[in-house]
């Protein structure tokens, strides 16, 4: 059997590393041509990883979270046709194949990786869990598992008492709300990773409810080590570094938006295909349009390293969208050139594509200024982290029905305080209070919205 080595591909311009966020395949897997072997990101893109060929997983060259170098070999397979493992220039991470055995007739051992803590099959171990074939000359064995393209003896056996499950921050988060302990769940992929057809198999058999002691109150003494990779570590760093170079000024102001919401639902009444479903983001985006053209300096970013702010002719609203893998910015492209309507569906593609995990680095990337919103959940008020090097988010709150008084009595007022943080080394509190008051004039009067100039 000859080796073929799979390297790190270029996975974008300028990258020359990337994280490893996943494994589809395990030591031992036999796999067909162009199926997934794992995945990367860069940024806030991931990227999936085919194999150029079917054959063996004999080594895999990186654990999750690792950094891998573009070039750097990723994955080893053992090949029935010829390899090219004599022309590959090995990495630090790599392994050199060991001596031919003195039993084996010649053909090398093939390196792996046999780390007990990662629950990470030997070869030897893996190719004794394959179920005996008498087609001994086709080069694919076993049951086929997933989409057809990774082949494998079954399904995984629990794990260990103590040791940590590997899964996705999606299915923990599923496991969680279906009150599952993953540590009684049995892995499917690589390293006993756990994924969401695990969990399906668990749920349909039924969980087992915890002990319960004797006035009817369990106990959970569970300590999970959650390892912080992929999009939870972007958005760690990116959060770390805007906390500590950009000193923050919150200024939370109150709206009234019952016109607005008025207004809205009369427009959401008039069905048109060629129109989307109007929420209030796309009012407050043209509102932010309006006031940025009276307070350009809100729409830049800080090169704080060079000491430049760069100022923005179009507005680029970065959407921050909660995702089954944590928080994304899609970036709604020049609202400065989109009318309230082509705000929305744009606001809508962007987050379906961000859920989905389909959007791409360019939609992910370069925007000047930020909104942010937890919807039904918005609280009163929040504390917004600004989307470094920008220099100014605004915050969106919910949305409560409160009595006002307007001089004679008090009357029922929808009202939504907005809490917006800005980079106080560019811009000071007056501008900043300029900034918010100029929206909420745009909002309690939402026909200011559409009056051109």
């Known amino acids: 059997m000859d080796e073929h080595v799979v390297k790190l591909p270029d996975v974008g311009e300028g990258v020359a590393e990337a994280e490893l966020v996943e494994w589809h395949v395990k030591v031992g ?3 067909r041509e162009d199926a997934l072997l794992a995945a990367v990101m860069t940024d806030k893109a991931t990227v999936e990883i085919p194999s150029p060929v079917e054959g063996e997983i004999l080594w895999l060259g990186a654990e999750i979270g690792d950094t891998v170098a573009v ?6 397979l053992g090949v029935a046709g010829e390899g090219n493992a ?5 990495g630090k991470k790599d392994t050199p194949t060991p001596d031919p055995s003195p039993q084996g007739g010649g053909e090398p051992a093939p390196a792996v990786k046999a780390d007990p803590a990662s629950n990470t099959l030997t070869s030897a171990e893996a190719k004794s869990l394959q179920p005996a074939t008498t087609e001994s000359s086709s080069p694919l064995r076993g049951g086929v598992r997933g989409g057809g393209n990774t082949l494998s003896a079954g399904r995984g056996a629990p794990r260990p008492e103590g040791e940590k499950p590997l899964a996705s921050p999606a299915v923990r988060l599923r496991a969680r709300e279906a009150g599952v302990d993953l540590r009684q769940v049995a892995g499917s992929g690589p390293a006993g990773r756990i994924g969401h057809e695990d969990l399906d198999a668990f749920l349909a058999r039924g969980a087992q409810p915890a002990k319960a002691t004797g006035h009817g109150l369990a106990r959970n003494e569970a300590v999970e080590e959650v390892k912080i990779v992929g999009l939870r570590r972007k958005i760690a760093e990116k959060m770390a570094l805007s906390a500590s170079r950009i000193p923050h000024i919150t200024y939370v102001e109150e709206i009234d938006v019952t016109a607005l919401e008025d207004l809205r639902a009369a427009l959401n009444k008039e069905k048109r295909a060629d129109r989307a479903k109007l929420t209030l983001l796309p009012f407050l985006m043209r509102a932010m349009v309006k006031a940025i053209a009276e307070q350009p300096q809100v729409n830049a970013l800080f090169d704080d390293e060079a000491g430049i702010v760069r100022q923005y002719g179009g507005v680029h609203i970065g959407i921050a969208a909660q995702t089954p893998t944590g928080l994304m910015v899609p970036v709604v492209r ?3 050139a989109r009318d309230l309507w082509e705000c929305g569906a744009e606001v809508s593609r ?15 990337s370069g925007s000047t200024i930020t909104i942010t919103s937890l919807g039904a959940m918005g609280g009163v008020a929040t504390t917004p982290v600004i989307n470094h090097p920008e220099v100014a988010i605004v915050g969106v709150n919910k949305i409560m029905v409160r009595p006002v008084w307007d001089g004679t009595q008090f009357i029922p007022r929808k009202m939504m305080n907005l809490s917006s943080s800005f980079d106080h080394r560019v811009i000071d509190g007056w501008d900043a209070a300029v900034f918010v008051q100029r929206i909420k004039t745009l909002l309690e009067t939402p026909a200011l919205i559409f009056v051109e100039g």
């Open 71 to 76: 070039g750097s070999p990723l994955v080893r």
């Open 350 to 364: 962007l987050a379906e594509a961000a859920k989905s995990g389909t959007a791409t680095r360019e939609e992910l």
């Open 29 to 31: 897997d036999l796999v």
């Open 86 to 90: 004599a022309t590959v220039e090995v």
């Open 334 to 336: 020049h609202a400065e």
